[in-house]
């Protein structure tokens, strides 16, 4: 075997990438102080010989070895002015299972090999998102405390999120980390699944096949094989085109700022690529001496660790047909690299949009700067939207001071100030929640079913608040975000170790056995609210007005419409601890209109419609007399 100089013009790509025709693979990596680098793999017996040296173009070193071939495995071996040794291709698409993660072989992957099935697809307008975030590792599966949840083991609940009435899954990230159990933002190799994701034995992963494929054939599509299912981003891919056959977007969470702390000390990680001399941190290839969150900083001054990440983020999109992004404290970005991380937030939305200008690219950036969403040509960053949290702290503030008692003072209007994110021209660029990963990882009572009530996450009032807070998002201007769980009453706060911290897992068994009726509740109040916010344009639309808002009543009402066709909807809230009658509320117009959701519906209601009159109030040229039951959202539409 000797490794060939590729004969091509155009540029060369990086990492390991298979010829069209199958006939071998281009290799190549950015090693800019090493001395040599080989290309050893299962296709040359893992040799070092002037056969398998790599060529020198300026800081990079290229070859073709006609011998390689799908899923053979492979690893550049670099020999730096400090050391030699073996390094994981930072490019590698996937790695192979070994007792020990650091020593792991990349596997060569060509991206087009997974029998896509979701020809036709287009996901949601952005508008129309409702995003629904989770963990892969304790989403679902079977014996979680030992063993993390698959890619797989999502689609499992793939007819329980339809029936919720989300259309985008935002996965917590999923590149692979060092550890077993992890947060995901610590990546290691981010153009790899998580290993601990995916299933390596054939039997088991027979049964995943047998899953997939009865929900592909409920839709007329062709089965998959046991070898297409078999690589571990076919798993991932086939998540991806499952969800996407049954109308579900997916979003994957990208990790920017900081990689994992532990790659330092990982001799095969892509800290010291080029194996320079010495420990000095400055001469990290791809970091700089600073880090966050316990993980070194990307070196984005240096145009190719930028590329890098570019890279990355087109991958996903090209080769996991990513529908958007959710990308992690953008603003450490921003911080850490004065002078280049804006021009790279800039260079990374640009390439993205120009790879599909249907992926969504959500930004978290605290505090939220309005340039974030803004064009490049009038010097923003170019992102799409942005997490914004003015919503969900005056929600929050609001329970926390409710459950109080009855005599609490309760800032309705910040609630009211904070419906239309400030910070934005349009809406649909902030992404609304009231529980995230961050809010309910720690602390059991930043959970919206145990603030509502902290002495009992199942009284009557700690149910009918949470269903407040939540009916809130999805009634507001934006893009609503739950959390998993928070759709049927989850109480604890969550943990990615459920091993180390027991009794912390999303409890399914609840709901699913019906143990406890309050959860099936809960979860059918967010179904019809999720269903109201499909069914009626004006929810999905840019116009509000709060026609009414009360603090020592508790009330609130607010009206969403859209231009020239009216679709008129009120939205009517409370967080009294007492029933209202006859409370008096401007409305647009005068007639009938339907109460089409009522939180407190089984226990009082407005027998399913009101009457307006002509006679103005509150700024309104209508007013309606109606019931409003304590701790309630209603939704009335004509």
């Known amino acids: 075997?000797?490794?060939?100089?590729?004969?091509?013009?155009?540029?060369?790509?990086?990492?390991?990438?298979?010829?069209?025709?199958?006939?071998?693979?281009?290799?190549?990596c950015w090693a800019p102080g090493a001395?040599?680098?080989?290309?050893?793999?299962?296709?040359?017996?893992?040799?070092?010989?002037?056969?398998?040296?790599?060529?020198?173009?300026?800081?990079?070193?290229?070859?073709?070895?006609?011998?390689?071939?799908?899923?053979?495995t492979y690893k550049f071996y670099v020999e730096g002015e400090g050391t030699s040794g073996y390094k994981r291709d930072p490019h590698a698409r996937e790695l192979s299972h070994q007792p020990a993660y650091p020593l792991s072989d990349c596997?060569?992957?060509?991206?087009?090999?997974?029998?896509w099935h979701d020809v036709g697809y287009r996901p949601p307008k952005f508008n129309d998102l409702v995003l629904y975030q989770l963990h892969v590792g304790v989403f679902y599966g079977p014996d979680r405390p030992r063993r993390p949840g698959k890619f797989l083991d999502v689609l499992k609940k793939l007819d329980y999120l339809v029936a919720l009435g989300i259309n985008a899954l935002q996965l917590m990230p999923v590149v692979e980390y060092a550890n077993i159990r992890s947060l995901g933002y610590e990546g290691a190799d981010i153009f790899s699944p998580e290993?601990?994701?995916?299933?390596?034995?054939?039997?088991?992963?027979?049964?995943?096949?047998?899953?997939?494929?009865?929900?592909?054939?409920?839709?007329?599509?062709?089965?998959?094989?046991?070898?297409?299912l078999k690589p571990q981003t076919h798993q991932l891919k086939a998540l991806v085109d499952v969800c996407h056959v049954y109308g579900i977007a997916v979003l994957f969470d990208l990790v920017y700022n900081h990689a994992g702390g532990q790659i330092a000390g990982q001799w095969e990680s892509i800290y010291f690529f080029d194996r320079a001399a010495g420990t000095d941190p400055n001469r990290s290839l791809y970091f700089t001496d600073r880090t966050h969150a316990g993980g070194p900083v990307w070196a984005i001054w240096k145009q190719e660790v930028r590329d890098f990440l570019i890279d990355n983020a087109r991958a996903f999109v090209a080769e996991y047909r990513a529908d958007g992004f959710r990308y992690d404290q953008v603003s450490v970005i921003t911080a850490e690299n004065r002078n280049d991380g804006w021009r790279f937030c800039q260079d990374l939305t640009d390439a993205v949009r120009g790879s599909n200008p249907a992926v969504i690219q959500i930004a978290e950036f605290w505090?939220?700067?309005?340039?974030?969403?803004?064009?490049?040509?009038?010097?923003?960053?170019?992102?799409?939207?942005?997490?914004v949290d003015d919503l969900r702290r005056s929600i929050r503030a609001a329970i926390t001071s409710a459950a109080t008692g009855e005599s609490a003072y309760?800032?309705?209007?910040?609630?009211?100030?904070?419906?239309?994110?400030?910070?934005?021209?349009?809406?649909?660029r902030a992404v609304q929640y009231v529980e995230s990963h961050d809010e309910v990882y720690k602390n059991r009572n930043l959970r919206i079913a145990a603030l509502g009530d902290p002495g009992s996450a199942r009284s009557w009032w700690s149910m009918s608040r949470a269903r407040v807070a939540t009916?809130?998002?999805?009634?507001?201007?934006?893009?609503?975000?739950?959390?998993?769980?928070?759709?049927?009453?989850?109480?604890?706060?969550?943990?990615?170790?459920?091993?180390?911290?027991?009794?912390?897992?999303?409890?399914?068994?609840?709901?699913?056995?019906?143990?406890?009726?309050?959860?099936?509740?809960?979860?059918?109040?967010?179904?019809?609210?999720?269903?109201?916010?499909?069914?009626?344009?004006?929810?999905?639309?840019?116009?509000?007005?709060?026609?009414?808002?009360?603090?020592?009543?508790?009330?609130?009402?607010?009206?969403?419409?859209?231009?020239?066709?009216?679709?008129?909807?009120?939205?009517?809230?409370?967080?009294?601890?007492k029933t209202y009658y006859d409370y008096e509320i401007g409305f647009p117009s005068a007639g009938r209109w339907r109460e089409i959701l009522n939180s407190e519906y089984h226990n009082i209601n407005n027998s399913g419609q009101i009457e307006a009159v002509w006679q103005p109030l509150h700024g309104m040229p209508a007013k309606a007399r109606l019931i409003v039951p304590a701790n309630s959202l209603m939704v009335f539409t004509r």
């Open 410 to 428: 309760v800032q309705m209007d910040a609630i009211a100030a904070s419906l239309w994110p400030g910070h934005f021209l349009e809406s649909w």
């Open 367 to 387: 505090d939220v700067e309005p340039a974030i969403v803004r064009f490049r040509r009038h010097g923003g960053a170019g992102f799409d939207a942005c997490w």
């Open 1 to 28: 075997m000797t490794v060939q100089m590729p004969s091509t013009s155009e540029p060369i790509a990086k990492g390991a990438n298979l010829i069209a025709d199958g006939n071998g693979a281009i290799f190549s």
């Open 107 to 115: 596997i060569l992957r060509h991206p087009g090999s997974y029998p």
């Open 35 to 72: 001395k040599k680098v080989w290309i050893s793999g299962s296709f040359n017996g893992w040799s070092q010989t002037d056969q398998s040296l790599l060529n020198r173009v300026g800081a990079d070193w290229v070859g073709l070895v006609a011998q390689a071939r799908q899923n053979d």
């Open 471 to 577: 009916g809130l998002v999805l009634m507001a201007p934006g893009i609503p975000m739950l959390f998993m769980g928070q759709e049927f009453l989850e109480d604890k706060r969550w943990t990615d170790n459920p091993g180390g911290e027991p009794g912390l897992l999303l409890w399914w068994e609840g709901l699913d056995s019906g143990i406890d009726r309050e959860m099936t509740y809960h979860l059918q109040f967010v179904q019809a609210a999720c269903r109201i916010r499909r069914e009626q344009p004006a929810l999905r639309g840019e116009r509000l007005n709060v026609v009414h808002v009360h603090n020592a009543n508790r009330v609130l009402a607010f009206h969403r419409w859209i231009d020239g066709e009216g679709a008129d909807v009120m939205i009517i809230t409370s967080l009294n601890d």
């Open 195 to 228: 290993m601990d994701y995916c299933v390596a034995d054939d039997q088991e992963l027979s049964g995943y096949l047998d899953l997939v494929n009865s929900l592909l054939a409920r839709k007329q599509q062709s089965p998959l094989t046991l070898a297409d």
